[in-house]
């Protein structure tokens, strides 16, 4: 009796104290509770750990400007609990929010949340991150994500946040490709955050989410992503692939571009955003606004060089084709000749344009192709968003 007793309360002291986790996120800010939503929805044993009881959440204009990704899933809870009241979602208090994300936060699979857990100390022990509390729980965690507002858990590691970066500029660099939230940066354009901004600059599978990237909850959702793929697949930080991240990301309705003329609701705002981080089809300032211009027609000079970047037999097809503006018919050639596909291609566009394609208009090969046509087809049938890139941006041979 006494062996069982003792055995019995061994186990309740491992299943207290010795708790084994994917990812655990430190602050019940808006980023915070986003990283921590997102990584359980990923697949991952999550924990939130709130040091302040989550007595109120703040919204701030920022976590509100886009209605995706984890706010537009809040957003249907409130409407949910208001039951037709038709009451502002605009203007809820902080208590209201807070007790929203409780509800939340208590019925999603993956998700566990400390509530007032202090920390008392985190290291790293090889390959985990060793978390102990003032009450004396311990947890071991494959990664860290630190969402607090003056980033306290980091300080207690002894971590570093990424330096901040200072290009300005159009394209300065191909950095953007890497990004895995909408920025409010100013400045710097296209608009993303490079998802190296959220790494710690002196460890491995610690992200922090610093208060120089302005955090919301689009930037949370973006850590809390990458943070579940390195669980996930037992890989540093370092070898993050990008491009299922951001994949992950558009399964879940978050978007990493912004784009003043793009509705965040639209049809092919995906098509859109998977083209654009590519680099094939670049956006243009006007005015102070970064835009995609959907109806603009495309020329071949702007799509050659990245064309021939992802596809080196493209080159031949170049050659062969001179004309200044593209239409229909020859992107659909140069679909052909790249991605080794037949003339059945051409039947197969012709007949899905309004319905699986979800393009306006009727169909017609020799019209002049439109952007919004362009990145619709192009990632469809080309598919170069899933080309493998690394942390700089660069195509992975």
């Keep these: ?27 019940a800010t808006p980023a915070g509770l986003a990283a921590a939503i997102q990584s359980a929805h990923s697949g991952v044993k999550t924990v939130l750990i709130d040091q302040n009881g989550m007595d109120q959440v703040v919204l701030t204009a920022s976590d509100k400007a886009y209605r995706i990704g984890v706010y537009a899933d809040f957003l249907k ?45 985190i290291e790293k022990d090889g390959k985990n991150w060793e978390i102990e509390l003032i009450d004396k729980r311990e947890i071991k965690a494959d990664l860290v994500i630190d969402a607090t507002k003056s ?29 895995v939230a909408i920025s409010e940066a100013k400045g710097y354009y296209p608009a993303g955050v490079p998802v190296t901004s959220l790494f710690a600059q002196n460890a491995d599978n610690f992200l922090i989410i610093s208060e120089s990237l302005n955090p919301n909850l689009l930037i949370g959702q973006g850590a809390g992503t990458a943070a579940a793929y390195c669980a996930f697949f037992k890989v540093t930080t370092k070898d993050l692939d990008i491009r299922k991240t951001q994949g992950e990301l558009s399964t879940f309705n978050s978007q990493f571009l912004k784009f003043d003329d793009v509705r965040v609701t639209d049809s092919l705002a995906g098509s859109i955003q998977k083209i654009a981080i590519t680099g094939i089809l670049k956006g243009k300032l006007k005015n102070n606004q970064f835009l995609f211009l959907h109806d603009s027609t495309v020329t071949i000079d702007e799509i050659k060089q990245p064309i021939r970047e992802y596809y080196s037999r493209s080159q031949i097809w170049f050659l062969d084709h001179k004309a200044e503006r593209l239409t229909i018919a020859d992107v659909l050639s140069l679909i052909k000749f790249t991605g080794s596909r037949g003339n059945e291609l051409d ?41 493998k890139i690394d942390l700089e941006g660069n195509l992975k041979s």
């Design 77 to 121: 809870r409130v409407d949910s609990l208001q039951k037709g009241k038709n009451l502002s979602n605009e203007n809820l208090l902080p208590a209201y929010t807070a007790t929203v994300f409780k509800g939340w936060t208590d019925t999603i699979k993956n998700l566990s949340v400390i509530r007032k857990g202090l920390v008392k100390k």
């Design 151 to 179: 980033n306290t858990i980091a300080k207690l590691a002894k971590v570093n946040a990424a330096p901040i970066r200072t290009t300005t500029g159009i394209y300065p660099d191909k950095i953007y490709r890497t990004s």
């Design 347 to 387: 039947k197969e566009v012709e007949r899905g344009w309004n319905k699986t394609l979800r393009l306006t208009g009727k169909y017609d090969p020799k019209k002049l192709i439109t952007r919004r046509e362009f990145a619709r087809l192009v990632d469809l049938y080309l598919k170069p968003f899933e080309r």
């Design 1 to 27: 009796m006494k062996r069982y007793i003792l055995g019995l309360f061994c186990l309740l002291s491992l299943s207290t104290f010795g708790q084994k986790a994917g990812v655990v996120v430190f602050g």
